[in-house]
């Protein structure tokens, strides 16, 4: 069974850092794009980063670009994303989520997020 | 970065019957679609990719179509389970926008 668990969240003060982790079991890691996505309180869906299955390709929301870093250990099934200069606007719950192929096709398996709160 | 739009936002409808959501992007993105469905309190859970695949497990009543810039989720015959708020999402280019969803509630 593919888990998804998130850590590292918590309630940070505006222009701090914080570093999400995403620890992955049931499923060869190293074959798959994963993800981070967020969700503030009563909205939609936001697309933050992905990263490929060899770390080749990575992307970012403009929203994020120059603040956070995403990547990934293979030998540790892990994922982070080192989020630095926070402001209140990143507060959400952050997703880690697992695409179904090596590159992006669909996120198919998603963990239950680690809230984070930017406090101004 | 390409932008999803989703119609409509909202969408109040009865058990039976058959729904239509519609995602248009800002730029072509082929048939590089997926669509999510999100209940309450839940992580999304993930329905159809490539615009038109069924995800092993999700209901053959689901059926998305569409390629280039206008898809459509549909939803053949709405069952109580079904109302929650839908999602697209491209992943043609990073980076992979997702629409702003269409709640989907019970009439």
């Known amino acids: 069974e593919v888990q998804l668990v998130e850590s590292g969240g918590g309630l940070v003060q505006s222009g701090r850092s914080l570093r999400l982790s995403c620890t992955a079991s049931?499923?060869?890691?190293?074959?798959?794009?994963m993800y981070w996505v967020r969700q503030a309180p009563g909205k939609g869906l936001e697309w933050v980063s992905g990263?490929?299955?060899?770390?080749?390709?990575?992307g970012y929301a403009d929203s994020v670009k120059g603040r956070f870093t995403i990547s990934r250990d293979n030998t540790k099934n892990s994922l982070y994303l080192q989020m630095n200069s926070l402001r209140a606007e990143d507060t959400a719950l952050y997703y880690c989520?697992?695409?179904?192929?090596?590159?992006?096709?669909?996120?198919?398996?998603w963990g239950q997020g680690t809230l984070v709160t930017v406090s101004s | 970065d390409i932008q999803l739009t989703q119609s409509p936002s909202f969408l109040s409808a009865s058990v039976g019957d058959r729904v239509t959501i519609t995602c248009r992007a800002s730029?072509?993105?082929?048939?590089?679609l997926a669509w999510y469905q999100q209940k309450p309190g839940k992580a999304p859970k993930f329905l159809i990719y490539?615009?038109?695949t069924l995800q092993s497990g999700v209901p053959s009543r689901f059926s998305g179509s569409g390629s280039g810039t206008e898809f459509t989720l549909t939803i053949s015959s709405l069952q109580p389970e079904d109302f929650a708020t839908y999602y697209c999402?491209?992943?043609?280019?990073?980076?992979?926008?997702f629409g702003q969803g269409t709640k989907l509630e019970i009439k």
């Open positions: 049931g499923f060869t890691f190293n074959n798959y794009a």
């Open positions: 989520a697992k695409d179904r192929g090596p590159y992006g096709s669909g996120l198919d398996h």
């Open positions: 999402q491209q992943l043609n280019s990073y980076s992979y926008t």
């Open positions: 730029q072509g993105i082929r048939t590089y």
């Open positions: 490539d615009a038109s």
């Open positions: 990263i490929s299955w060899n770390s080749g390709n990575i």
